[in-house]
């Protein structure tokens, strides 16, 4: 069974400093990989995805991926953070390989600090 | 992006009481629909896939007599938490996924406590 890990349950930043949230995969194959940013109140939204192609992924918010088989990560990365960053993070992989059957990992939570 | 909704957003109940929450998609048609369940600090659990019109399919160690899911409708979902007990009380998670997208449209959640 494929697992995901995020290694970090906390991380707290100052606003304008740059960001990287760390996660790792076991999966035998390259599967499709996301991070979500969830809020309090809010459903889970999608960041980035990736799925093929180019190992780094732009998305939402200014925040980006790559995608190491090598190291079998998809570390989220952020030049410089807002304070509206502050939130749960989740990276999540999907075995069938089509935005279904999502494991994610147990989270980061993000404080930034003004 | 699509909007998925849930309701209640929170829920408390006495135990062995059965409780119902819904999960619509308001802006697409959801072939599929997936239920989550979150206890605090963690992470998502999923619980069970439905497809539209079919029979939902439940990950192993989910009670299917106990946790109820409805999929009669392209745009609405439901669980229904039968006989609930504190152990159940957690954050129910719904997505909803299309036909043409491989991307799921997660719900704001649903707390729910159970006394």
């Known amino acids: 069974a494929q697992s995901v890990t995020q290694p970090d349950i906390h991380i707290t930043v100052s606003e304008g400093a740059s960001l990287e949230l760390r996660c790792n995969y076991s999966?035998?194959?390259?599967?499709?990989l996301f991070w979500y940013v969830q809020s309090p109140g809010q459903g889970l939204q999608l960041l980035l995805k990736y799925f093929s192609g180019d190992t780094l992924v732009q998305g939402i918010k200014g925040f980006e991926a790559e995608f190491k088989r090598s190291q079998s990560s998809f570390n989220l990365r952020k030049p410089s953070v807002h304070w509206s960053d502050a939130a749960e993070y989740f990276c999540a992989v999907d075995e069938g390989g089509g935005g279904n059957k999502l494991t994610f990992g147990t989270g980061t939570q993000l404080k930034v600090e003004l | 992006g699509a909007v998925v909704s849930q309701h209640p957003s929170w829920v408390i109940c006495k135990s062995g009481t059965s409780v119902k929450i819904e999960c619509r998609s308001l802006d697409f048609q959801a072939t599929t629909m997936f239920w989550y369940r979150q206890f605090p600090k963690q992470s998502l659990m999923l619980m069970a896939t439905?497809?539209?019109?079919?029979?939902?399919?439940?990950e192993q160690g989910v009670e299917k007599d106990k946790f109820l899911i409805n999929h009669a409708s392209l745009t609405l979902s439901t669980l229904t938490v039968t006989s609930a007990h504190p152990e159940d009380s957690s954050f129910y998670i719904c997505?909803?996924?299309?036909?043409?997208?491989?991307?799921?449209?997660f719900g704001p959640g649903t707390r729910l406590t159970v006394l």
């Open positions: 439905s497809n539209e019109g079919s029979k939902a399919t439940y």
């Open positions: 999966y035998g194959a390259t599967p499709y």
């Open positions: 997505s909803a996924a299309g036909t043409y997208t491989n991307e799921q449209f």
